[in-house]
T-cell receptor
Framework: GESVGLHLPTLSVQEGDNSIINCAYS??????FIWYKQESGKGPQFIID?????DKRQGQRVTVLLNKTVKHLSLQIAATQPGDSAVYFC???????????FGTGTRLKVLA | GAGVSQSPSNKVTEKGKDVELRCDPI?????LYWYRQSLGQGLEFLIY????????KSGLPSDRFSAERTGGSVSTLTIQRTQQEDSAVYLC??????????????FGPGTRLTVL
């Protein structure tokens, strides 16, 4: 299974810089994708989602990009803040099923 | 409530004891999931409830694990004769399950279970 915990890949960014977190998904039939943020000691928090009929979706300070050709998803965080420090992971699902496939998490560290 | 709630937030128990973990989903959400998150591991699917349908128990790791959902709302995950390897964070999620497409799962804060 995927690993979320001690041995996660880590991305360190300077406060104020933009962050890009990547996720490779596995199922070409997946048509729904979500990014979650998980702070230490808390449950995963929904950030943003995107359906397969789109290739870009923007939220507040966050943008999700979907490249179906290479099965790649990315989360961009603008002007990264200390409160953005957390583990981020993606999930994929598709119509007709209720189970998600959860991606490997990435730990984001924001340096002051 | 506004979100998924879980209780207790922390549970410390002795090996061999039974524990019950509770999940209160978002009002109106018909689908409810239990996951386990162990240190160094990703989210492990345990069980899924949808309305009055038979639950999908395919993820339960052993017959010591069981779950119920009463009245289509609150769910209880029970672990009998706990073992040290059961120590983990148990997460509950709910979704609207409109049936038209994949739905967003919203997670609770989790219950951290420690088996001594």
């Amino acid at each position: 299974g995927e690993s979320v915990g001690l041995h996660l890949p880590t991305l360190s960014v300077q406060e104020g810089d933009n962050s890009i977190i990547n996720c490779a998904y596995s199922n070409s039939a997946s048509d729904y994708f979500i990014w979650y943020k998980q702070e230490s000691g808390k449950g995963p928090q929904f950030i943003i989602d995107i359906r397969s009929n789109m290739d870009k979706r923007q939220g507040q300070r966050v943008t999700v990009l979907l490249n179906k050709t290479v099965k790649h998803l990315s989360l961009q965080i603008a002007a990264t803040q200390p409160g953005d420090s957390a583990v981020y992971f993606c999930a994929e699902g598709y119509s007709g099923t209720y189970k998600y496939i959860f991606g490997t998490g990435t730990r984001l560290k924001v340096l002051a | 409530g506004a979100g998924v709630s879980q209780s207790p937030s922390n549970k410390v128990t002795e090996k061999g004891k039974d524990v019950e973990l509770r999940c209160d989903p978002i009002s109106g959400h018909t689908a409810l999931y239990w996951y386990r998150q162990s240190l160094g591991q990703g989210l492990e699917f345990l069980i899924y409830f949808q309305g009055n349908s038979a639950p999908d128990k395919s993820g339960l790791p052993s017959d010591r694990f069981s779950a119920e959902r009463t009245g289509g709302s609150v769910s209880t995950l029970t672990i009998q004769r706990t073992q040290q390897e059961d120590s983990a964070v148990y997460l509950c999620a709910s979704s609207l399950a409109s049936g038209r497409s994949a739905d967003t799962q919203y997670f609770g804060p989790g219950t951290r279970l420690t088996v001594l």
